[in-house]
Nanobody, 122 residues
Framework: QVQLVESGGGLVQAGGSLRLSCAAS????????MGWYRQAPGNQRELVAR???????NYTDSVKGRFTISRDNAKNTVHLQMNSLKPEDTAVYYC????????????????WGQGTQVTVSS
């Protein structure tokens, strides 16, 4: 089985910073793209940032210049450094990854973490 476990959420004042981490564990042969999504109450889940296994990144426009996604392939982890946080960044943040579980099946399954709450007060 595969698990994605997030950590690092919390309450912060506007202008502050938080660092989210996500660790993948279990039956893992390789990991493709990893990403962070968020969902605020009443809104659809949206992509925040994504990073490929080769390190190519993309961000939603609202976080460009403030958030940085990174990964450690040796540790199967992905991080999201969030700076200059705004109240509109308040949401549950979810880790997502495409994971190949065995060497003989090349298909990558998509997995989600359980989510971590980020609350930014004004």
């Amino acid at each position: 089985q595969v698990q994605l476990v997030e950590s690092g959420g919390g309450l912060v004042q506007a202008g502050g910073s938080l660092r989210l981490s996500c660790a993948a564990s279990g039956s893992i042969f390789s990991i493709g793209a990893m990403g962070w999504y968020r969902q605020a109450p009443g809104n659809q889940r949206e992509l925040v940032a994504r990073i490929t296994s080769g390190g190519t990144t993309n961000y939603t426009d609202s976080v460009k210049g403030r958030f940085t996604i990174s990964r450690d392939n040796a540790k199967n982890t992905v991080h999201l450094q969030m700076n200059s946080l705004k109240p509109e960044d308040t949401a549950v943040y979810y880790c997502n990854a495409d994971i190949q579980r065995t060497a003989w099946v090349s298909y990558k399954y998509n997995y989600w973490g359980q989510g971590t709450q980020v609350t930014v007060s004004s």
